[in-house]
């Protein structure tokens, strides 16, 4: 079953990571929240679930704005050819539904089924914006508190430059490459 708000809360409360939510009403697409995201401070994100063609399952969380080409990112991941996951697949791992789609859901997969790729361009101003595991809400944290969740469910992120663009790819940041931060 599921964490649901409260315990993503009570996770989040036992890490030392502050957070803020605001209520609001269902959005389903980046364009729909845009009256919202305006009132609140920080970086907005957009999450995609995706699964390679060998099966293999990653979440990726970049900034509302970051252009995404997905026919290019396999390249950068070493993984097989990208496309969108199935609403059932991502139920079953992440435990949330299309439209609520969050880097908080990492702490539904318990197997460790996913790989969390994250913009670098999202974690360059705080606060981070995600749902908390359903669409009407929003849940602000610090980005380096993003990184310490994502490491705390078992899912360390892949960070990934999409602006630095070098012959089209985007760019892979290392752990010792603050620069891209």
């Not at 315990?7 to 502050?18: R, S, T, V």
């Not at 996913?114 to 749902?131: E, G, M």
């Not at 809400?137 to 990934?160: C, M, N, Q, S, Y």
């Amino acid at each position: 079953m599921p964490i649901d708000r409260s315990e993503l809360f009570a996770f989040l409360d036992n890490l030392g990571i502050a957070h803020k939510t605001t209520e609001h009403r269902p959005v389903f697409t980046v364009e729909e929240g845009a009256d919202i995201k305006a009132s609140l401070p920080g970086s907005h994100s957009k999450n995609l679930f995706l699964k390679d063609k060998k099966g293999k399952l990653f979440l990726l969380s970049a900034l509302d704005q970051t252009q995404i080409r997905l026919n290019q990112l396999h390249k950068v991941l070493g993984c097989a050819r990208l496309s969108f996951g199935k609403a059932e697949l991502m139920e079953e791992v992440l435990g949330v539904t299309p439209g609520s789609v969050t880097a908080f859901a990492l702490l539904n997969d318990t197997k460790n089924q996913i790989s969390f790729v994250l913009d670098a361009a999202l974690l360059r101003k705080n606060p981070v914006n995600f749902h908390p595991l359903k669409n009407d809400a929003t849940t602000a944290i610090k980005a380096k508190d993003l990184l310490r969740f994502a490491e705390a469910t078992g899912h360390p992120a892949t960070i990934v430059d999409f602006a630095a663009d070098k012959d089209g790819l985007p760019t892979l940041v290392l752990p010792d490459d603050p620069g891209h931060l």
